[in-house]
């Protein structure tokens, strides 16, 4: 039906000589201190694509016919790799003995994953894709993970979609948003560890991959260390406890192995005030091994994950209640009760197929996944904003007011404010109990959401066509049905809702009774549905200090919605389904890399790939009708990178430069606007947007002795805006019947001027250098210094369209709104530069079998306080209102930030026996 679906890379004409004669490279590993054989240890020389592994007794044998000095690696899950320099000379080369330590820092990942599991994917921070590099052992990579998370880095500027991340070589990325779900599987820490990464565009054994790099996570049990594992932990990040137990059965002489594991984390309070959490996860894993080469695993998932949400908050908030300040909750009974609250499970089922042999490597996978997201927040009509740091309700609010200064107002709303910052749930209670409104609610608290029913099948293989030759092809078909609506999850002591918009006083559904009740569906009500059919091969080829990979992929997408609501602001498209929406996209990337010596070797990297618009920037409003964003582009990503390796006995590193351009980007926002042309909700639609990503990355690692090391890491990169993009606003309702017939519709407000702005995209620099002590009695200590500098707010692109310069009162220009005057209004400034010291250790024993390992770390040792991110609000939309709100030094709709955790702590205990 679709041409094209393998896209079959060139097959270069070459030569290359068959003479050399390969030789063995053997020895035997040994677990250190018992000297018990580590059966499937990986050796493998650096910079080349030779590997071997441990048997049963732990020995290897790797063939080669390289000659000069290299660093052979002897690396296995949960061991400190062992790097051993050796002279090749074409003979057989016996290295003996090789004895591996357990890596007493392994927990540091799950310190990591305190992180990537509660905040790096919360829509309302920057979505970060540090959790992609939990299996790297590159010092950059790993730096920008532990280190440089806590202040959300983005390596490259990269958002985490352009990564795939893949279980049992199935991708995960979701089709709403392109992003990883890592609460789909957070807390299994255990069964997750035996992950294979891939930088960049480098070639994979397992997908074509995104820019940012691909993780595929093995769940099969007899990757993994066989044996219980029991763990416990504390901290005061996101959650302040945590119990995890696992049990992995290993092989055993009938072909089955099974694993099963489970965690529970909680915290009645986070870091941040009101924040909740309340998680638990469950897994269970069954392996048959059917002989040598084939297998089958049947994989079971739960993961749920509740947790109370926070907010960006101005810098007037923040100098009034500090940075833990969290608007969204309250005290209701004397117990904490947070309004926006995120409910993740989406529990899955996965059947996977193994085919392992000398020639080739097959994996066949299905899951099945069907849960929901919920979201909850506050309703109201007829009422005030509840919302403790509504503009109405700050001193800056009665400063700006446009009679005059009322001081004296100022200072009594401050002090209410700061005695009172809190949610008031029982004014709430209240309001809804006034007899006048019937029983109906002026208050309510309904849930966001999004029940979705995925299938995925994915077909992977990999042939060693010949002794240089390496040919990888896939196929994957996936299909979604999302279900997404609102449900009033309580209402406050009334006895219904009203379905209605509060703003144009039009119902949300002209079909279904205005009065809704608890678990019932109000305001929008309508299903995605999306498919894709994806499939890819690539070729590689080694001729020794020459290697070199091309890889092609093709994609066939289609997207429908279908509403089960008849809005009444938009009777004609609001019900029914939409028109098939297809795309098909094709991508080719490839790369060659140079060894000048076995300790030097360079690699030239280049993709080009054009990619569907997200399904969340389809539609102009999904809620509300079937609306296609006009002009809908596929989107092209180009991209560049240059590396040098450089791997001595005592000295490693990488040097790295790169170009990426994103171009045709779609982008939809939603806020409330006062602007030149109206004053409404708009949905603001972004089209022919670019935007460009250049920089470097250094890390380099020491061995000063045998238990120090040291390590520097630097990452300088510009992120900008690259095109003045074209942009529409769709106003949605108005406040009265005749505003909302003259504005209610699209306006075109031409392009934004927005070239050259800095992307927000965290910190563009960061610089860190670390030094680790590791004794050998087994306990070990490091340190690391960060700097981190150059990072930006989101700005506001409706204020930088031609429609801020129009006085809505007139239709004209404001007088005094020239060139210079809107530049510094609009000028762009970075927040704060910062440092930051982390500290880790550990220490292990071995008793009586058992082993027994404590992690502890220290994030931001002198609890420095510093803004990870923010963006302009975009209410005040012409120049007059920005100008006036500004005058005072303390705007009303100033920007909002978000702060990072000041000093925070992690400690683990594990047991392993």
Same mark, same amino acid.
């Given at each position: ?64 016919? %390289? ?73 950059? %990579? ?115 192995? !099974? ?388 791997? %001595? ?123 680790? !002590? ?76 058992? !082993? ?62």
């Amino acid at each position: 039906m679709y041409k094209g679906i393998f896209l079959i890379p060139i097959i270069f004409f070459f030569s290359f000589s068959f003479g050399q004669t390969n030789y063995s490279l053997s020895g035997t590993v040994l677990n250190e201190p018992d000297n018990q054989p580590i059966k499937g240890a990986i050796i493998s020389i650096e910079g080349e694509f030779l590997e071997a592994s441990t048997n049963l007794e732990g020995v290897f044998d790797l063939r080669t016919n %390289l000659n000069g000095e290299y660093i052979l690696n002897v690396r296995f899950q949960d061991y400190e790799t062992k790097r051993i320099p050796v002279q090749l000379e074409g003979k057989a080369l016996d290295l003996g003995r090789i004895y591996l330590k357990r890596d007493i820092s392994m927990d540091q990942q799950d310190n990591l994953i305190t992180l990537t599991d509660a905040e790096l994917l919360d829509d309302e921070s920057a979505s970060n894709s540090l959790g992609l590099l939990q299996a790297t052992r590159d010092v950059f %990579l790993s730096r920008a993970a532990f280190d440089f998370g806590q202040a959300f880095f983005r390596v490259r500027g990269y958002d985490s979609q352009q990564g795939e991340v893949l279980l049992n070589g199935i991708p995960m990325n979701k089709i709403y948003d392109g992003r990883p779900q890592w609460n789909n599987w957070g807390g299994l820490n255990d069964i997750t560890r035996n992950q294979e990464y891939t930088n960049g565009i480098e070639a994979s054994d397992y997908t074509f991959g995104g820019i940012l790099g691909n993780t595929n996570i093995d769940l099969r049990p007899s990757g993994l260390r066989p044996g219980k594992r029991i763990s416990s932990s504390v901290s005061n990040r996101t959650y302040t406890g945590r119990l995890m137990a696992t049990y992995n059965s290993g092989m055993n002489a009938n072909g089955l192995a !099974y694993m099963l594991s489970g965690s529970r984390r909680c915290a009645k309070e986070g870091y941040i005030d009101g924040t909740l959490y309340d998680a638990y996860s469950l897994s269970g894993q069954l392996e048959y091994k059917i002989n040598e080469s084939n297998s089958v695993l049947l994989s079971g998932i739960l993961a749920s994950n509740r947790r109370g949400r926070s907010s960006a908050i101005t810098e007037e908030v923040f100098d009034l209640v500090g940075k833990k300040y969290n608007p969204y909750w309250g005290e209701q009974d004397g117990k904490i009760r947070n309004s926006r609250e995120r409910n993740i499970s989406e529990p899955m089922i996965m059947l996977n197929y193994f085919h392992d042999s000398k020639k080739m490597n097959l994996s066949l996978g299905m899951v099945y996944q069907k849960g929901s997201h919920e979201r909850s927040r506050l309703g109201y009509k007829d009422a005030p904003n509840p919302d403790p740091t509504y503009y109405r309700y700050m001193p800056s609010f009665y400063i700006n007011s446009p009679i005059g200064a009322n001081f004296i107002s100022a200072e009594m709303a401050e002090n209410s404010f700061v005695q009172n910052p809190q949610l008031k749930w029982q004014n709430l209670y209240n309001a809804n109990s006034n007899s006048s409104l019937g029983g109906d609610a002026a208050y309510q608290l309904y849930n966001d959401v999004v029940s979705d029913e995925q299938f995925t099948a994915n077909l992977n293989v990999n042939f060693q066509w010949a002794e240089q030759v390496k040919l990888d092809l896939g196929i994957m078909n996936r299909y979604l049905k999302s279900h997404n609506f609102a449900e009033v999850d309580d209402l406050l002591g009334a006895n219904f809702y009203t379905d209605i918009d509060p703003f144009s006083n039009t119902r949300n559904d002209i079909n279904t009774d205005l009065e809704k009740r608890e678990g019932e569906v109000l305001g929008y009500n309508y299903d995605f549905k999306a498919s894709e059919l994806r499939a890819y091969s690539q070729l590689s080829i080694d001729l020794n200090k020459w290697k070199l990979f091309v890889a092609g992929q093709f994609n066939h997408q289609i997207f429908q919605r279908i509403g089960h609501f008849q809005n009444e602001r938009f009777p004609e498209s609001s019900l029914g389904p939409s028109g098939n929406i297809p795309f098909s996209n094709f991508g080719v990337k490839g790369g060659i890399t140079h060894a000048i010596t076995g300790r030097h070797w360079v690699t030239l990297q280049g993709a080009l790939i054009n990619k569907a618009p997200l399904l969340q920037n389809i539609f102009v409003n999904p809620r509300e009708s079937n609306t296609i964003v006009p002009n809908l582009q596929t989107e092209n990503i180009s991209t560049l990178d240059v590396n040098y390796f450089l791997r %001595l006995p005592n000295l490693t590193g990488r040097l790295s430069g790169y170009y990426t351009r994103f171009q045709n980007l779609t982008d939809v926002n939603f806020f409330f606007v006062d602007s030149g042309v109206g004053s409404d909700f708009v949905q603001e639609v972004l089209t022919d947007l670019d935007k460009l990503h250049l920089g470097t990355e250094l890390g380099l690692e020491y061995q000063l002795s045998s238990t120090v090391k040291l390590s520097w890491v630097s990452s300088i990169g510009k992120y900008i805006f690259a095109s003045d993009p074209s942009v529409t606003i769709n106003f949605d309702t108005a406040s009265a019947e005749e505003d909302l017939i003259n504005i209610q519709g699209s306006q075109d407000l031409g392009l934004a001027s927005i070239k050259g702005y800095k992307l927000a995209q965290g910190p563009q620099k960061a610089f860190a250098l670390g030094m680790e !002590y590791r004794d050998p009695k087994y306990w070990w200590v490091g340190m690391t210094a960060n700097y981190l500098a150059s990072n930006y707010a989101n700005i506001s692109t409706i204020t930088r369209t031609k429609s801020f310069y129009l006085d809505p009162e007139t239709g004209q220009n404001f007088p005094d709104a020239t060139e210079e005057n809107v530049n510094a209004l609009l000028e762009q400034k970075p927040l704060d530069n910062f440092y930051l010291l982390n500290l880790v250790g550990g220490k292990s024993w071995l008793k009586k079998g058992k !082993y027994v390992g404590v992690f502890a770390s220290i994030n931001n040792l002198f609890d420095t306080t510093f803004r990870t991110g923010g963006y302009e609000q975009s209410r005040n939309g012409n120049f007059g209102q920005l100008r006036k709100d500004n005058l005072s030094g303390s705007p009303s709709f100033a920007p909002k930030y978000w702060y990072g955790y000041g000093r925070t702590y992690f400690l683990n205990l594990a047991i392993s026996f």
